[in-house]
Nanobody, 124 residues
Framework: VQLQASGGGLVQAGGSLRLSCAIS????????MGWFRQAPGKEREFVAA????????SVADIVKGRFAISRDNARNTVYLEMHSLKPEDTAIYYC??????????????????WGQGTQVTVSS
């Protein structure tokens, strides 16, 4: 199983980005998916997750109302829509897959496969 994250970049505060994570090797519908981020000098933190069907999601309080997770199982791709970006959202964003199809766990240790990360930089 391989995860390929993309869509990061440099954006001004208040702007938007959409991250994508494409999975290969097995169908996306086999997994719950999560997005995490890690800023320099900080621990990896949970951003959002959804179950295999996409019908149940969880979003961290710190980004609630600004970020949304979604998926297209037919395209084997999960997305993270980010709006009203702030400088403190600057981090490397990682997608992750859990073999437990119903988890929305905020713990990185509950995910089995990880993408390589995509850098998001928000300028003030």
């Amino acid at each position: 199983v391989q995860l390929q994250a993309s869509g990061g970049g440099l954006v001004q505060a208040g702007g938007s980005l959409r991250l994508s994570c494409a999975i290969s090797g097995r169908p996306l519908s086999s997994y719950s998916m999560g997005w995490f981020r890690q800023a320099p000098g900080k621990e990896r933190e949970f951003v959002a997750a959804n179950v295999w069907s996409g019908t149940m999601t969880s979003v961290a309080d710190i980004v609630k109302g600004r970020f949304a997770i979604s998926r297209d199982n037919a395209r084997n791709t999960v997305y993270l829509e980010m709006h009203s970006l702030k400088p403190e959202d600057t981090a490397i964003y990682y997608c992750a897959a859990s073999t437990h199809p119903y988890t929305r766990s905020p713990s990185p240790s509950d995910y089995d496969y990880w993408g390589q990360g995509t850098q998001v930089t928000v300028s003030s």
